[in-house]
């Protein structure tokens, strides 16, 4: 399942990669190319616009003005998604992430990062590193309260 967002919903389609689903988003793209670039790669449009949801030959989510969470909960719920290999991608670049040494990160993250974390990914594309810290709890916890309220928990 692959996905486009409309210049709208850069949020939802941060969260979309967050949860491992690989998400186009540009900020200025416009309708045609769009709803191009959604036919040409299979990919689902989401977008704010009733007109563009209507294109014929794309597949496309009509997005409430809602909070993000509803957001999510709507694509989850509509596509009848389930949670799967959460944090595996670059909210940033959409990039899928690598897994890497923990001795590969010394130095390039925070000293108590390095001490308290085993675990760290790589992405390719922009070279950040992640790891599973508070931030991390704290998308999870809105991840559990979206699934929980879609009953796709896992
Ligand atoms: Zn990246």
Redesign the pocket.
């Known amino acids: 399942m692959k996905f486009i967002a409309d210049s709208m919903l850069g949020t939802l389609a941060k969260w979309l990669r967050i949860l491992g689903y690989d998400t186009l988003y540009f900020p200025n793209m416009d309708d045609d190319e769009l709803a191009y670039r959604a036919m040409a790669e299979d990919r689902i449009l989401l977008t704010r616009d009733q007109e563009l949801a209507r294109r014929r030959g794309v597949r496309a989510i009509l997005i409430k003005n809602a909070p993000l969470e509803d957001q999510l909960l709507q694509v989850f719920q509509e596509l009848k998604l389930e949670r799967q290999n959460c944090f595996s991608r670059?909210?940033?670049?959409?990039?899928p992430l690598k897994p890497v040494e923990k001795e590969s990160v010394r130095g390039k993250v925070p000293p108590y990062v390095f001490q308290t974390q085993e675990q760290f990914s790589l992405?390719?594309?922009?070279?950040?590193i992640y790891w599973k810290g508070t931030h991390w709890q704290k998308m999870k916890e809105l991840l559990d309260k979206v699934l929980s309220k879609g009953g796709h928990d896992v």
């Open positions: 670059c909210p940033i670049c959409n990039e992405c390719p594309g922009c070279h950040r």
